[in-house]
């Protein structure tokens, strides 16, 4: 059992507290301590990581007894004005009032235990697993993300408009090996069907509400995260923001819009509007044949190098939702689309943030992207 302490420390042991604080050797005896077989069950410690004592597990008992004569322990030093730390554990580990360093025990425990060496593997494989999730996110997923802010004041995002599930980000897979194809080919109703539609395209419809109770502004934004092989030039994007369409491509390199069909060109064009669009400023008229308008297609160029379109609503009243639909093809007709876009991607994320939310905070994705050298 351990040497109890009543109060007052004995001069000699304060004079080898001294030499122990000053670098000479601790020449007490060592401790008496139980043998760990003998500790009956009631009275074995129920933490994890046992307390022990010159490498002996300790009794529930004993750790009381320890850590209840060290407090008497310091009180009475401090009485008589000894405040050292290495004094007082000099003169504790002299009674016997310690317990061993657990400074490497964990480390120790976690390699040389065998259920310690199975977390550890797990921790590992856990760890590996979510950062190739987050690189395989990044290259050609499309995400959509909740800032902080918004998050506290309790904006959801939902892949249907009843929110029947409610998530803080949403994530959709890739439209993988699609081929070149037209304007023409996304049907008028591509905006009318809720979550994931792929096709020989990609398009995601989701939602945005208000769950809180403040009426709040907040911004959004199209980015593009991720590409490989110079793709962005190649692939053209349709967004719906409740039911309101946009079209948008990279200009060219003379910085011009990528018209389809080119300007100059006045015998042809399409002959029904994509999207079924009349009143967008995107479709002009090119010419007309008797009752057949043939037309051209004019996208927006993106904002930046990296932001394809933002906008912002404010006032934003609990329960208020707003319809979002993203689509993106590789147009066959754009120049830019030629063979050695074949085997690139593209990844984009749409960013959700309160006004007062500076753009250019980072998110944990984005020091990835960062740290991994992705676009």
Known sequence: ???????????????????????????????????????????????????????????????????????????????????????????????????????????AWLFGHWLGALIAALAILLFIILIFA???????????????????????????????????????????????????????????????HNDTYFAYTYYIRNEGEDTVDF????????????????????????GQLGIYAEKSAAGEAEAIPPYGITDKGYKDLPLASADSEQFEIVKKTGDITYYRVVPYGFETENIIKSGRFDKVKPKETHKYTVVIWLEGDDPEADNSKIGGHVGLQMNFRLIEEDRKEKTFSDRLREFFGFR
């Open 134 to 196: 987050a690189i395989t996110r990044m290259r050609g997923y499309y995400t959509v993300n909740l800032s902080d802010g918004l998050f506290r004041n309790g904006f959801v995002l939902s892949e249907t408009e009843d929110f029947a599930n409610p998530a803080i980000e949403l994530f959709a897979e890739p439209a993988e090996n699609i081929p070149c194809i037209s304007i023409k080919h996304i049907p008028a109703n591509v905006d009318k069907i809720d979550g994931q």
């Open 1 to 107: 059992m351990p040497s109890k302490y009543k109060g007052g420390v004995p001069e000699d042991v304060l004079k080898e507290a001294s030499e122990n604080a000053s670098g000479k050797p601790n020449r007490s005896k060592p401790p008496d301590v139980s043998n760990n077989a003998a500790i009956p069950k009631e009275s074995r410690q129920r933490r994890l990581f046992k307390r022990k004592r010159a490498g002996v597990v300790l009794t529930r008992e004993q750790v009381k007894e320890i850590k209840a004569g060290r407090k008497k322990l310091r009180a009475d030093m401090k009485a008589r004005g000894i405040k050292d730390k290495r004094e007082f554990e000099a003169v504790a580990s002299s009674l016997g009032l310690y317990f061993d360093k657990r400074n490497k025990g964990f480390l």
């Open 219 to 242: 911004t959004w934004e199209l980015e593009l995260n991720s590409e490989s092989k110079d793709l962005s030039t190649a692939a053209w994007i349709a967004l719906y923001v409740d």
